[in-house]
């Protein structure tokens, strides 16, 4: 990307973001939810720093929180310590291979695509060096896909009931990426079912479950139908960034 792009991307973030931000808001209306409880995840995957820092500038400007997310670590770690003068909340929301961990847990606040008890495990394993619990989501296939990560939702509940009683980390809810498809009604129906699945995980009232009232779900796309099945995250990219 030239740097002449970037003055362009730059120069169009107030706008993009107060655009996301209104439909974040139209969106929370027509569900009858209040908007505080949806917050936007800037996914900066691929995106020059320069246009991140001004990103998460732009988004001061802004009323609400921000979270940044990226899905590689190699970005995560060249990204983040450029930007500790602004004090984003970074989330990891790719998969994380367990020989990546040690690089990442540095930066992110939460790591929303845990899909294993191994990962889980190696995770905990490293939290002691922190000074809080580290938030995680388990992230759910819900579209049965093969190309896309997560635990099957038939395996879902179990896990995050697992993972909530590992010392060290703290469940704070459900993550998926929606069906790839047209059909609206095939992408709400995956939304509706890691609702449930959220759900379900709550009424066990297993150990440490009771905080996993989070529904990562959602992306430029399709903002509007995640919050109106139950969004609290949604993980915005082209509509702030511009395309890739």
Known sequence: MTDEQHDERIAAL???????RERVRRACAAAGRPERDVTLLLASKAQPLPVVRAAVEAAARTPGPVLLGENRVQELVAKAPALLDLGPAWHFIGPLQSNKVNAALPWVS?????????LAHRLAARVPDRSAPLDVMVQVNVSGEPTKS????????????????IDGLRLVGLMTVGARSDDEAVVASGYDRLRSLRDEVLASGAPGTASAVGLSMGMSGDLELAIAHGATVVRIGSAVFGGR
């Open 110 to 118: 939460c790591v929303e695509s845990l899909a294993s008890l191994e």
């Open 150 to 165: 997560g635990v099957a939702p038939d395996d879902a509940v179990a896990l995050a009931r697992d993972v909530a009683a």
């Open 14 to 20: 107030d706008g993009r973001l107060a655009e996301v």
